[in-house]
């Protein structure tokens, strides 16, 4: 009973960690408490997203053990980055994308592909996120 205790304790301590850790991220991209709390309950509620979530706070790199219709964390955080490179592109004004957004935005868009694949798998694969006509030049 008290090694049982012992873990309990040990989990909530883990899940504090990992919640003030989202909040700091949160804060970091201008997101609210409203935002926190909506991904808070999605990785919590999520079977492998915050398993996901954990690791990168862990290692500083993705785990890439959860797949939704095939799509990892880190393929999601792929094809952000394109989309970033597609407003450098164009001379956008891209300094209103950093790592915490683009960070927070994989975790949200992962969630929300475990509710509906359809859409996102769709962009994923017709969505380059280039406007050059020849990307490797």
């Given at each position: 009973?008290?090694?049982?205790?012992?873990?309990?304790?040990?989990?909530?301590?883990?899940?504090?960690?990992?919640?003030?850790?989202?909040?700091?991220?949160?804060?970091?991209?201008?997101?609210?408490?409203?935002?926190?709390?909506?991904?808070?309950?999605?990785?919590?509620?999520?079977?492998?997203?915050?398993?996901?979530?954990?690791?990168?706070?862990d290692t500083q790199t993705f785990l890439c053990?959860?797949?939704?219709?095939?799509?990892?964390?880190?393929?999601?955080?792929?094809w952000q980055v394109d989309h970033f490179k597609a407003y450098l592109d164009r001379g956008e004004d891209c300094l209103r994308y950093d790592s915490a957004k683009l960070f927070l935005s994989a975790f949200e868009v992962m969630l929300k592909m475990e509710q509906n694949p359809g859409p996102y798998v769709e962009k994923l694969t017709q969505e380059s996120g280039t406007d050059r006509p020849n990307p490797q030049c």
């Open positions: 009973m008290e090694n049982k205790q012992k873990e309990n304790e040990e989990l909530h301590r883990a899940l504090v960690t990992l919640k003030i850790w989202a909040a700091q991220l949160c804060k970091e991209a201008g997101k609210d408490g409203d935002y926190l709390e909506k991904l808070w309950q999605g990785l919590c509620e999520s079977e492998g997203m915050l398993r996901e979530f954990a690791y990168y706070h053990e959860k797949k939704v219709a095939g799509y990892t964390i880190a393929d999601i955080m792929v």
